[in-house]
Structures are given as structure tokens and as C-alpha cells.
């Protein structure tokens, strides 16, 4: 049993870290309707933000966290202007170029800055609890605390605030909303800075017990848009569930079958979930 909490522990970090990647993901889908590549690009520019704030700058692990948002939040809505929103009256097939033209940009970018090296990020909570036979590391249990936390302030912004409702009205009905009086530009660009800061904090919340690495983008976003496809594109509860399914079952099939399995385990969930519901497990989108 204790290794069984062990493992509920584990996929309660790795489902709290895939939930926040895919919110953003899935949130600017609602707005361009086509898959952001680039967003990666802006987990991997999150940890590389607050590595850079705590080893060069000497700034408190929170302190950086939040740098890292808001440095990562510009550069989303910097991206919106200069690269997505020229493309919005073109086909789905340029935006989806421009965002891996982007995502080859940073990921140079930073390559050039810091190297191809590995970075490890420092962090005061790297102790480990014990309760009731429970071995428990701090940063795991911050990660929980944070991400899920971030996740119910994220659903009371979109559910009970005015600019929220913007976000859900444009996602729904671009058109619509415009007719409404809702300011387009806006909100995409509102958007694309909560789905910037939202990949950041994932980012500098994982580092610790990770690599900080020019490419470690690539591994998270692909199963954050399996994410977001298996809970329904377009989504936020779906890309909540879809992430914890994700988690726990990496978890557990990495204990009890192998970690040379951990994943591709994602994969083949996707494979077997759609072949039973191809529509994903949500279907009712942003609403």
C-alpha cells in the first residue's frame, strides 16, 4: 500500500504538470482553432526564465516563478501580435507552420544564450517528509498544492469574472462576440498571456526535479496535445481530466510494467480511449 500511495503521489505531480501545459494549449485553441506548437517553446522559455532569475539574478525561488510568468506571458502575446495575428484570415495550415517556425526560433535562441547543456535549478524545498510510512518529497507536494490551486483560480476567472466570460464567449462564437461588442484583439492577446504565464509556472514548478534543456519542450507538449485531444479539443475540464489520466497511468505503468514503457503509455491510452469515444471525453469545448 505504501508503494501504491507512492504512485498516487507520483502521477498527482506528473497530472498537475500535463493538466497546466495543456490548459494554455487548449485555451488557445479555443481562440485560433488550430494547435499552437510554439507552446513548448514557451515551457521550455518559463524554466529557462527562472533559472536564469535564480542563479544569475539570485532571486527567491517565488520571486523568479512569477518573473518567469510574466516574462513567458509577453512573449506569448508578443507571438500573438507579430506572428499568429497576421495569419488570421489564413488557412489553419500557415498558423501551424508559424508556430513551428517559432518554436525552432526560441529553442535557438535559447541554445545560443545558455548552451546545449543540461541545467539543474535550485530550490529550497528539496527535503523529504515522512507521514505515516509515506516518503513524500516537498517539491512534489508543492507542485500538487500549486498547479491545482492554479487550476480552480483559472475556472472562477473564466466562470464568475466579466473578462472571463470574453474568453469563452470569442472561444465559442468569434463572430458573434465581435457583434457584441467584445474586443477580438483583446482577448486573444489576453489569452495567449495566460496560456504563456500558465506553461511558465509549470515549467519552473517541474525544473527542480528535472532538467532545464534547450528541448524539454518537446516530450510535454506532445502528450499535452494528446491531452487535449483525448478530453476534447478545446476543452478545460477535459484537459484537467485528460492530464490526470495521463499522470496515473504513466505512474502506474512505469511501476508495475516498466519505465522503458512510461511513454509511450500515453500514446496507446489515446489509441484505446478514441477508438471507444472518437470525440474525446468532453465534448461541450470551452463552455
Known amino acids: 500500500?505504501?508503494?501504491?500511495?507512492?504512485?498516487?503521489?507520483?502521477?498527482?505531480?506528473?497530472?498537475?504538470?500535463?493538466?497546466?501545459?495543456?490548459?494554455?494549449?487548449?485555451?488557445?485553441?479555443?481562440?485560433?482553432?488550430?494547435?499552437?506548437?510554439?507552446?513548448?517553446?514557451?515551457?521550455?522559455?518559463?524554466?529557462?526564465?527562472?533559472?536564469?532569475?535564480?542563479?544569475?539574478?539570485?532571486?527567491?525561488?517565488?520571486?523568479?516563478?512569477?518573473?518567469?510568468?510574466?516574462?513567458?506571458?509577453?512573449?506569448?502575446?508578443?507571438?500573438?501580435?507579430?506572428?499568429?495575428?497576421?495569419?488570421?484570415?489564413?488557412?489553419?495550415?500557415?498558423?501551424?507552420?508559424?508556430?513551428?517556425?517559432?518554436?525552432?526560433?526560441?529553442?535557438?535562441?535559447?541554445?545560443?544564450?545558455?548552451?546545449a547543456d543540461f541545467h539543474r535549478m535550485d530550490t529550497p524545498y528539496g527535503s523529504v517528509i515522512s507521514v505515516a510510512g509515506l516518503t513524500a518529497p516537498v517539491q512534489r507536494l508543492l507542485i500538487i498544492a500549486a498547479a491545482f490551486g492554479l487550476m480552480v483560480a483559472l475556472h472562477l476567472f473564466l466562470k464568475k469574472t466579466v473578462t472571463g466570460s470574453t474568453i469563452i464567449a470569442m472561444?465559442?462564437?468569434?463572430?458573434?462576440?465581435?457583434?457584441?461588442?467584445?474586443?477580438?484583439?483583446?482577448?486573444a492577446m489576453l489569452t495567449f498571456g495566460i496560456s504563456g504565464a500558465l506553461a511558465a509556472v509549470a515549467a519552473a514548478l517541474y525544473a527542480p526535479i528535472n532538467l532545464v534543456y534547450p528541448a524539454m519542450g518537446h516530450l510535454v507538449i506532445t502528450k499535452a496535445f494528446v491531452i487535449i485531444i483525448l478530453g476534447g479539443m478545446g476543452s478545460v475540464p477535459g484537459a484537467i481530466v485528460g492530464g490526470l489520466i495521463i499522470g496515473f497511468a504513466e505512474s502506474f505503468g512505469a511501476f508495475y510494467l516498466s519505465p522503458d514503457y512510461k511513454d509511450i503509455i500515453a500514446f496507446a491510452l489515446l489509441v484505446v480511449i478514441l477508438s471507444v469515444r472518437p470525440q474525446g471525453l468532453f465534448t461541450k469545448g470551452v463552455r
Not at 500573438?80 to 526560433?105: C, K, Q, S, W, Y
Open 171 to 187: 472561444a465559442q462564437n468569434r463572430e458573434g462576440a465581435a457583434l457584441v461588442g467584445i474586443d477580438a484583439n483583446k482577448v
Open 1 to 115: 500500500m505504501e508503494l501504491f500511495f507512492q504512485q498516487v503521489l507520483n502521477g498527482l505531480t506528473l497530472g498537475g504538470i500535463y493538466s497546466l501545459v495543456a490548459l494554455g494549449l487548449t485555451l488557445v485553441y479555443g481562440i485560433l482553432h488550430v494547435p499552437n506548437f510554439a507552446h513548448g517553446a514557451f515551457y521550455m522559455a518559463g524554466a529557462y526564465a527562472a533559472f536564469y532569475l535564480i542563479s544569475a539574478q539570485g532571486w527567491g525561488y517565488w520571486a523568479a516563478m512569477a518573473g518567469s510568468a510574466v516574462a513567458v506571458a509577453l512573449i506569448a502575446v508578443l507571438a500573438e501580435r507579430l506572428v499568429f495575428h497576421p495569419l488570421r484570415n489564413a488557412p489553419g495550415l500557415h498558423h501551424m507552420i508559424a508556430a513551428i517556425g517559432l518554436l525552432l526560433f526560441l529553442e535557438a535562441g535559447a541554445q545560443a544564450v545558455w548552451g
